[in-house]
């Protein structure tokens, strides 16, 4: 079949097939990225990615997709496919942390020095706090460095009722960026530079800071979203895309 769509980097094209995803040409063979098709595709070096979750039967784990449950919150059987909310498409992944266990999904990418991350996060509700403040976090991580994983350039949703910018994976640097709504999506966009250890923070667009400083030594290997923690946060994410 021919590409719908196709972008390149350096030696390698990239081509979207359609209900076949993303795939990745290097002169001799194809490897597929991801199983989803995009709408669009735009390049800014290095990996590409993108994932709506409509490619997966409804009530699985996106195993085929590449994602990892790193921890499973509050069970397996809640970190599933599900279609009750979603922007694009109709499907997004549904996620359930616990008190002091986070359901952590990650994907590992291989992700160049200066890195846009996009996700689309929808909190059911503003739960009671648990062993940290945050209900659902989208990072850059790194899984093998520290007990837990280490982060790089982050944003939380906490149980006060706002959003934060994270620049350590230890919750007091965090940076106040604005109050969020239960029930509502909110498209998170990262721009982060690892040369300059830096990272901005888009909310539905807006820049809400800049130059967010990166604290904790190392280099992330993948991407994350979490429902973290308190009591049970359920959190959908949809859309995700890293440039």
């Given at each position: ?38 709408t ?14 409509d490619s997966?039967?409804l009530?699985?784990f ?20 599900d ?12 996620m ?7 359901s952590a ?66 919750p ?15 498209k ?24 967010f ?14 429902a ?8 959908w ?7």
């Open positions: 079949n021919n590409p719908q769509q196709m972008v390149s980097s350096a030696t390698e094209l990239y081509g979207a097939f359609t209900g076949g995803g993303i795939w990745k040409w290097d002169g001799s063979t194809w490897t597929q990225v991801t199983p989803n098709t995009p669009s595709m735009v390049l800014e070096g290095g990996e590409i990615f993108l994932d709506h979750f997966y039967p009530g699985t996106p195993t085929s997709g590449g994602w990892i449950l790193r921890y499973n919150g509050a069970g397996d059987a809640y970190q599933y496919i279609n009750t909310h979603s922007l694009s498409g109709q499907q997004s992944m549904h359930v942390g616990s008190s002091c266990w986070s999904m990650y994907h590992p990418l291989n992700l160049s020095s200066q890195v846009t991350y996009e996700a689309k996060v929808f909190v059911d509700a503003i739960v009671s706090c648990g062993c940290t403040p945050s209900l659902a976090v989208v990072r850059l991580i790194n899984p093998s460095l520290g007990e837990w994983g280490t982060a790089f350039g982050s944003v939380s949703f906490n149980c006060d009722g706002n959003i934060y910018a994270m620049q350590a994976t230890d007091t640097s965090n940076v106040l960026l604005m109050p969020y709504n239960a029930q509502q999506w909110y998170i966009k990262l721009k982060v530079n690892l040369v300059t250890r830096t990272f901005d923070v888009y909310v539905n667009d807006v820049l809400k800071g800049s130059d400083q990166i604290l904790d030594s190392g280099s992330p290997t993948g991407i994350e979203v979490l973290d923690h308190g009591n049970d946060p359920t959190v994410f949809d859309d995700i895309l890293v440039q």
